[in-house]
């Protein structure tokens, strides 16, 4: 390498960096202080993040890093690179080990799913597997309209992205129409928005049924705020991270009229699907931990 391209190698590595730090959402700088302010968040929708992954030989399913970095047009593994395979990682796409990023089986889902309702249903999940995104989806009704405005104050107060919180809402839009959970075209400066529930996948592995089929048969996601009281109050603490918690979206009602009082009996069933490398181990673990809270299997 001459001097002449190490310098300008070197410029164009400063400049990426500044550049990937403004879109990434790293925050401002306050003035007074001079400290940063604001959340980061995800660097890529989730159509680029597909694109992206899409670099992985699909039979191989790995990649060098430094590979990877420059199949996506990048000198080496540095700058916007990092901020590009944070992304991926957090739409769980791929896992880095050691010098090799890997597909995770979501990513091969995703790519090569033998249909496109399989390819659909891993986009969504994908789309809700990082938080930000699962946080904000979950605060908002579905099948209604629903104000922007009141998304954007969730995102500003409760997630505690100040800056570039347009940037951030136009990924969110535009990853919820990928994976097919928006309906219309995403707007940031819309006035309102409409999302559709997102079906939990069975955990016999076959296709969930689509609401015209069986409506009170859909598995949602449950609300991320009340995941852990629900996995302590089963003694399951132990498996959240390895875990997807879903509810029925509709349920059954039982109605008691006695004593000039009437009773209304909810009936949602809530499911846990923990992801195992050794079944009779845990599940040897996992009937403990029910009995030890009251409950018969």
């Known amino acids: 390498m001459t001097e002449t391209n190490a ?7 400063a400049e ?6 403004a879109d990434f959402g790293n925050g401002g700088v306050d003035e007074k202080s001079g400290r940063r302010y604001g959340r980061s968040f995800i660097y890529l929708a989730l159509k680029d993040a597909e694109e992206a992954v899409r670099k992985i030989d699909g039979n191989e399913r790995r990649v060098l890093k430094k590979n990877f970095a420059q199949a996506l047009g990048h000198s080496d593994a540095v700058g916007r690179f990092t901020h590009k395979l944070a992304a991926l990682k957090g739409y769980d796409l791929v896992k880095v080990q ?3 990023v890997k597909l995770t089986d979501l990513a091969v889902e995703m790519l090569y799913g033998p249909t496109e309702q399989a390819r659909l249903r891993a986009r969504a999940k994908a ?6 995104f699962k946080e904000t989806f979950v605060q908002c009704p579905k099948n209604q309209d629903h104000k922007m405005s009141f998304v954007d104050d969730f995102v500003r107060v409760t997630l505690k992205i100040v800056n570039d919180r347009e940037t951030f809402l ?3 839009l535009e990853s919820a129409a990928y994976a097919g959970l928006l309906d219309g075209k995403p707007d940031a400066k819309a006035e309102t928005i409409r999302l559709r529930p997102a079906v939990a996948a069975p955990t016999n592995g076959e296709a969930p049924q689509t609401p015209a089929e069986s409506p009170d048969a859909q598995w949602v996601i449950f609300p991320p705020n009340e995941i852990g009281s629900l996995l302590d109050g089963l003694g399951l603490t132990s498996y959240s991270e390895r875990c997807d918690v879903s509810q029925r979206a509709a349920g059954e009602i039982a109605i008691n009229m006695a004593d000039r009082k009437i009773t209304i009996e909810l009936r949602r069933p809530q499911r846990v699907v923990i992801r195992t490398d050794d ?3 845990d599940v ?3 009937l403990k931990a029910l009995k030890s809270k009251g409950f018969k299997t």
Do not use: C, H, Q
């Open 7 to 13: 310098v300008a190698e070197k410029t164009d590595d």
């Open 16 to 21: 990426t960096v500044a550049e990937s730090d």
């Open 98 to 100: 050691g010098d090799n």
């Open 127 to 132: 789309f809700l597997s990082y938080p930000l």
């Open 170 to 172: 136009r990924r969110f």
């Open 279 to 281: 079944m009779l181990a």
């Open 284 to 286: 040897t673990e996992i």
